[in-house]
Nanobody, 123 residues
């Protein structure tokens, strides 16, 4: 599967952005998905994960209550809605996919990665 992330941009603190991850190839529902982010000088970190059907979703504590992840298997897309953005959310955001039912919080478990989209939140 090939992944393409989009929707990043610059926004003021408190604002919102919607990231999309579009997948090409067959059997999108055979993959669990994750969103990760990497800020300058920091390691890439888990943001959110969703299982193959969308029935199980998890978030990092730092984004819980502000970010919402979803997927549409009919359209081969996943979305990360980010509300109440903070300057510390500034990072390059990546979508990732792994064959199987469940997501993982470790980036090492993912087999496929999108190219990343920059999110910049100003104070």
């Amino acid at each position: 599967v090939q992944l393409q992330a989009s929707g990043g941009g610059m926004v003021q603190a408190g604002g919102s952005l919607r990231l999309s991850c579009a997948a090409s190839g067959r059997s999108f529902s055979a993959y669990a998905l994750g969103w990760f982010r990497q800020a300058p000088g920091k390691e890439r970190e888990f943001v959110a994960g969703i299982n193959y059907s969308g029935s199980d979703i998890a978030y990092a504590d730092s984004v819980k209550g502000r970010f919402t992840m979803s997927r549409d298997n009919a359209k081969n897309t996943a979305t990360l809605l980010m509300n109440s953005l903070k300057p510390e959310d500034t990072a390059v955001y990546y979508c990732a996919a792994v064959v199987g039912y469940s997501y993982y919080t470790s980036e090492r478990r993912y087999d496929y990665w999108g190219q990343g989209t920059q999110v910049t939140v100003s104070s």
